[in-house]
């Protein structure tokens, strides 16, 4: 921090020094601006991407002790939701939602941490693709691209609370008179490609109207 005054810049002051290595791509101000929330415990997963926060932080601008938030392994993060591309999207200004993946079932989940007491809930989890989700600038909603097996992609609306979805865009009209069966998701235990014993997931997409034990 650099407080800036008419005789120019004055010394410049570390926040959150006892927080250690930050991730380099995770910094964005809370909804009031007195405080910049932070990715901790950078890892290498060797992704494709940025190295993964294991954890995150509320660093007040005042100088006042930050407040950490532990990531459980369970979940992978991906990414904050923000209202714009420097603010985080707070609809209590007194959470942060973050974007995660489950490890054990690679379902996507929308996941809030309270900032007092850093108690995460889960708001949704389901197999799908929630991609570019960003609130708007009252902070009372999500629009994101939703796709699932049985949904074409397509820009959505979610409340706060993550309760419902509203389609928004219509990227292909001709899309709404195709008839979507379901899908049956199971898993089957096989040895990987080390010998190892693993579990697999696999998905079978069945025409409209069929069910599992169908003769098809």
């Known amino acids: 921090l650099v407080t800036v005054g008419q005789d120019g810049p004055g010394s410049p002051r570390r926040l959150g020094e006892s927080l250690g290595a930050l991730a380099p791509t995770l910094h964005w101000f809370t909804r009031d601006g007195k405080a910049v929330v932070v990715g901790t415990d950078p890892i290498d997963d060797k992704g494709y991407g ?21 990531i459980d392994s369970a979940w992978t993060f991906d990414d904050l939701v923000r209202a714009d591309p420097r603010t985080l999207w707070q609809p209590d200004a007194a959470s942060i939602t973050a974007l995660m993946t489950e490890v054990a079932t690679g379902e996507r989940g929308a996941v809030r941490f309270d900032t007092r007491s850093g108690k995460p809930t889960v708001l949704w989890k389901g197999r799908a693709r929630l991609a570019n989700a960003f609130g708007d600038t009252t902070h009372q909603a999500i629009f994101a691209l939703y796709q699932d097996i049985r949904t074409p992609p397509n820009v959505y609306r979610f409340p706060a609370n993550f309760a419902s979805k509203d389609r928004v865009s219509h990227a292909d009209d001709r899309l709404d008179a195709v008839a979507v069966g379901s899908a049956d998701v199971f898993e089957t235990v096989i040895p990987g490609y080390n010998g190892a014993i693993t579990k697999a997931r696999t998905a079978v997409l069945l025409p409209p109207g069929a069910k599992r034990g169908d003769r098809l």
């Open 50 to 70: 940025d190295v993964r926060p294991r954890g995150l932080a509320l660093i007040p601008l005042d100088g006042s002790a930050p407040t950490r938030f532990a």
